[in-house]
């Protein structure tokens, strides 16, 4: 009898074994068929918009592209700037926003809240961004392996339903899973106004 229990054990772990790689390669393949050649994101929510933080959005919050496509986001409201950084494959949404203000709408717009420096890491658990403490205008502004920070140094103009909202594109060279984020400390901080673009390719490892 205890023979045959070893067996039984010996037989399920194999069957695990064999079944998780083919499931994991399964998923791959799916995300593949899903990719669009480009894709476009609402960075603001479209209008009519609704008031405050509920605006501070991306619709879609994660898209996936095949490599050498591009995202054209429509920048709409006002306040907003827009970075890009490369995060690992496995970084979902509870990675980012657990590393941003936590404390509610008010306290989180409070000057305390406001000045506080954030160290936002990925799925990994590598730094992809170091607010610092009271930067200037407002600005989540870590240049350390970001690909692409709009607005200068100020935010783009408010848009609204009768005005062109501001366009930025961005082509996507590289595989890989990266974080679209707003550059307004409280958009981002405070309304956790961030988002992901996967990118899959040939050269997927």
Excluded at 171 to 187: D, P, W
């Amino acid at each position: 009898m205890k023979s045959r229990r070893t067996i039984s054990v010996v037989v399920v772990v194999l069957a695990l074994a064999v079944a998780w790689p083919i499931a994991v390669r399964t998923d791959d393949k799916d995300q593949d068929q899903q990719a669009v050649q480009d894709a476009v994101v609402d960075f603001g929510a479209p209008f009519p918009q609704p008031a405050g933080a509920a605006s501070h959005v991306l619709v879609p919050d994660d898209v996936t592209i095949s490599k050498g496509g591009t995202v054209t986001f429509f920048v709409n409201g006002g306040g907003h700037g827009l970075a890009i950084y490369p995060v690992s494959k496995n970084t979902t949404r509870q990675d980012i926003a657990e590393d941003l203000c936590q404390d509610g709408p008010t306290a989180c717009a409070a000057a305390a809240a406001q000045n506080k420096r954030y160290l936002i890491t990925d799925g990994k658990g590598n730094l992809i961004i170091d607010t610092d403490f009271n930067p200037p205008q407002n600005r989540v502004n870590d240049p350390t392996e970001r690909l692409l920070a709009t607005g200068g140094g100020a935010f783009h103009v408010a848009s609204t339903s009768t005005a062109t909202a501001n366009q930025v594109q961005y082509r996507f060279s590289k595989t890989g899973r990266f974080l679209v984020i707003c550059m307004n400390r409280v958009h981002s901080i405070n309304d956790w106004m961030f988002g992901f673009v996967t990118v899959v390719g040939d050269d997927d490892n």
